[in-house]
């Protein structure tokens, strides 16, 4: 492991956030740390998720394929779109087996108001709807579709294997309730490149997605919606517990994970990572800061410790 970001407050640095970083070229890979071990990746393969449902024969509007990489904001557009997936298959959001929850966005966490949690308003729900969408279009069982040994689990994982060219060796629940499979930070950096180079249709299709409809990947003022905005050809996801992936049209690409599994670190750490790769990340230096506050009032800042 390295230092990937300081906690600086009033000049002094009062925490530090460690990991891994695999940086690739398109063709070679530098090592920041251990890139080799396996790590659960969470969301950051939700690209890859949709690319098998692709393959697999789900049609969606490059809008709703949008929402399905996403761990969106619980915004009306995002359950509406959600709902649009699954009455495309002829169901509705009963069909949905993510938690309830309310909105992870701050904005529309306050919209939302009183209202009972709900399963659309998950950020997850996106791709739970696509999986049963892609389970009706296959004449698969959708009641069990979050089983591993599902024939749509089975595909996904087969798509990470392929993008990837890296080993999968446990499987976990993740936090909407489908399966998470393990894979290597190099492994996760070959994959994104191979999602943003477009190398199978169905992946194209899906960066195209991406990057046409960033606000369904996110959200308003979210980092990741805002940095696809800024950067052309730029490709963002987050994942739970530390983890990030970003990928750019050329093939470059970037995978890390924070150790102790804090997000507050991401943005510094990120725009660093995208600077060493040489992007212009001018537009992202305002979007990526990060207060640290005394009093209500800024006193220091998160910042990358790589360069």
Known sequence: MIE???????????????????????????????????????????????????????????????????????????????????????????????????PYGDAERRAFGSQAPARDVHNCSG???????????????????????????????????????AASSHVAVDGCGAPIFSMSLKGLAKASSSVSTGNTPSRARVFAAMRAFPEMVGGEKRFTT????????????????????????????????????SMRAIPAVLVAALSRMGVDVASLHELAKTPVLGGGLPVGEIVAAIS
């Open 127 to 165: 791709k739970h709807a696509s999986m049963i969408a892609t389970s009706v279009i296959n004449g698969w069982d959708i009641q069990s579709y979050r089983d591993p040994l599902h024939p749509l689990q089975v595909e996904i994982k087969k798509e990470y294997l392929d993008a990837s060219g």
């Open 226 to 261: 805002e940095a696809m905005r800024l950067i052309p050809g730029l490709m963002v996801k987050e994942g739970a517990e530390g983890v990030e992936i970003a990928a750019l049209a050329d093939g470059r690409s970037v995978a890390f994970k924070v150790i102790d599994g």
């Open 4 to 102: 990937l970001a300081h906690y600086i407050r009033n000049g002094f640095v009062e925490s530090i956030h460690y990991g891994s970083m695999a940086i690739f070229d398109g063709a070679t890979f530098t090592a920041l740390g251990d890139i080799d071990s396996e790590i659960f990746p969470r969301s950051a393969t939700k690209p890859l998720q949709a690319s098998a449902m692709v393959r697999l024969g789900l049609d969606l509007p490059e809008r709703l394929l949008a929402l399905t990489c996403a761990s969106h904001s619980g915004g009306e557009m995002h359950r509406l779109a959600a709902k649009e997936i699954l009455n495309s298959v002829g169901l509705d959001i009963d069909a949905l087996q993510c938690p309830t929850d309310r």
